[in-house]
């Protein structure tokens, strides 16, 4: 299994991205799927997840401002950020727990990570 994530790049701050990150490979459903970010010089923290049947968590550092959103046909999570602040930069890294057989074990999948960049 292999996640692909893109859609990072070069902002202004109070703009937008929009982030994807696809599943490939041996799946059978997702479970979670979120989003991680990791700035220079800090720890990995949580940005946004979803779970299967929809119910979203967010850091209080973006709600109202990030997104997240999934299709689980195609095993991809989304994450749109509007109003970006330079803060927000960082490597984005998508999270996966996926099932490969039907109840079967969970596994924990990541992404390489896509750098966003806000900065005039």
């Known amino acids: 299994v292999q996640l692909q994530a893109y859609g990072g790049g070069l902002v202004q701050p109070g703009g937008s991205l929009r982030l994807s990150c696809a599943a490939s490979g041996s799946i059978f459903s997702a479970n979670t799927m979120g989003w991680y970010r990791q700035a220079p010089g800090k720890q990995r923290e949580l940005v946004a997840t979803?779970?299967?049947?929809?119910?979203?968590n967010y850091a209080d550092s973006v709600k109202g401002r990030f997104t997240i959103s999934g299709d689980n046909a195609k095993n991809t999570v989304y994450l749109r950020m509007n109003s970006l602040k330079p803060e927000d930069t960082a490597v984005y890294y998508c999270?996966?727990?996926?099932?490969?057989?039907?109840?079967?074990?969970?596994?924990?999948?990541w992404g390489q990570g896509t750098l966003v960049t806000v900065s005039s």
């Open positions: 999270d996966m727990l996926l099932r490969k057989v039907l109840d079967g074990p969970l596994y924990d999948y």
């Open positions: 979803i779970s299967s049947r929809g119910s979203t």
